[in-house]
C-alpha cells in the first residue's frame, strides 16, 4: 500500500462520515415511520456493519497495549525512568482535566445556559456507586491477570505489562529471548491493525448513519443552550488549549499535530469510545508523530483509562446548567470544589462503566444540586459523547508528544515528515522509529 492509498483511506473515512450522517438523517426524515428500513437496514444492515467494525477495534486492544507495553519498558535501559514518567503523565493529564473543567464553568457562567427555562422532567437518574481512592489503588493489581486481560480492565492490564516487561529488561539472556519473541508479536498485531483500518470506512458510515436516524432532535432544540456550550468549549480545548500547551511544552509546531490527529479523530468520534480507539491513536503516536514506542505503549492506554477532559467539560457546563434551571446559586467556594472533585474523580473512577455520569452525580452531590438533574441532559448526550471522546484522545495523544518530547523519546524527524506512517513499506521497530 503506498502514501497515495494510504491517504484515500483517511479520505474515504472523512466522506464516509459526511455520508453517514447525512444518510442517517435522510432516512429520519423520509422514512422514520417505514417498519422496513428499521427492520432490515438500521437494527439489519447498518447495526451488523458498525457493531462488526466496533468489535474489531476492541479485539485489538488487549493484545495490542499489552504487548506493546512489555517490549517499551523491556526495551528501557534506565527502568528507574518508568517512576519518572507516570509522575509526568499524570500529572499531564490532570493538569489537562483541570483547565478544561475550568474554562467550560467560565464559559457556562458567562452565557447561563438554561436561563429562562423550566424544563420538567419525569424521569429519574441513579449513578452507581463510585469506589474509593483507597479501592482503585488496590485493584489496579489483579489477582488473575488473565482474567484481566478477559475482561479489558486496562488499568490491571497497565500494572501487569509493566511488571512483566520490567521482569523480561533484568533476566538476562532468557529475556532477551522473550523480549525477541514480543517484538515480533507486536509487528504482526500492527499490521492486523492495517488490515482491519481497511474495513473502517464502511462501518463509519454505519455507525454514523443508525446515530442519526435514531436520534431524537427534538432533544437538541429544546436543550440548544447547553449542547452549543458543551460543543464550543470541546472545540475550544482541542482547537486552541491543546496546541498552545503543545507549543509551550514541547516547542513542536502544533499545526503539524493537528493535522496528524485526523484519523484518530474521525475514529473516535465515530466509536464514541476511547478504548476501542487505541490501537488507532497509538498507531498516530508512533508512526505518525514519532513517539517511541516504550513512551506511547504506557501514556496512551493510561490516557484512554484517567484523562477525561472531554467528559469534565460536560460536567462543568451541566453543573452550571443543572444550578441555573433549579434556581441555585453557587458559591465560589462551590465552583472550586466541582474543579477539585471532577479533576480528581477522573482518576478515583477510573474503569468504572458509565464513568462520566458517575463523576457527575458525586459533583452535583459535593455542591447540593439535585443528582436527578441529570435525566434533562440526557437526550443528547450521546451525540456530545462523540465529540468528548475525540477530544479526550486528543488529549492523550498532545500528552504523549508532550513527555516523549522531555524524555528524549520523539523522532523529530518523523514529527516534522508529513508522509511519516503513511509508507507501507517502511519496517517499524518496536520502539517507533522506521528502518
Known sequence: ??????????????????????????????????????????????????????????????????????????????????????????????????????????????????????????????ANEAPSLAQVIIDMFPTNPIASMASGNMLQIIVFAQLFGLSIAIAGEPGQRIASMFEDFNVVIMKLVTLLMNIAPYGVFALLSKLFYEIGFDAIYSLFGYFMVVLAVLIIQAAVVYPVLLKLLSGLNPLIFVKKMREAFVFAFSTASSNATIPVTLETATHKLGVRNSTASFTVPLGATINMDGTSIMQGVATIFIATVYGFDLSAGQLLTVILTATLASVGTAGVPGVGLITLAMVLTQVGLPVEGIALIIGVDRLLDMVRTAVNITGDSMVTVAVAKSEGDLNIATYNDPEAGLKDEEVHLPHGEPV
Open 1 to 126: 500500500m503506498n502514501s497515495t492509498n494510504k491517504m484515500s483511506l483517511t479520505h474515504r473515512i472523512l466522506i464516509s462520515m459526511v455520508a453517514g450522517i447525512a444518510m442517517g438523517v435522510l432516512l429520519q426524515t423520509f422514512a422514520a415511520d417505514s417498519q422496513f428500513v428499521q427492520d432490515y437496514i438500521i437494527n439489519g444492515l447498518f447495526n451488523i456493519v458498525g457493531t462488526v467494525f466496533v468489535s474489531s477495534l476492541r479485539m485489538l486492544v488487549v493484545p495490542l497495549v499489552f504487548v506493546s507495553l512489555v517490549c517499551g519498558v523491556a526495551s528501557m535501559q534506565d527502568t528507574a525512568r518508568l517512576g519518572r514518567l507516570g509522575g509526568k503523565t499524570v500529572a499531564l493529564y490532570l493538569a489537562t482535566t483541570a483547565i478544561a473543567i475550568s474554562i467550560a464553568m467560565a464559559v457556562a457562567l458567562l452565557i447561563k445556559p438554561g436561563a429562562g427555562m423550566e424544563l420538567v422532567s419525569d424521569a429519574e437518574f441513579v
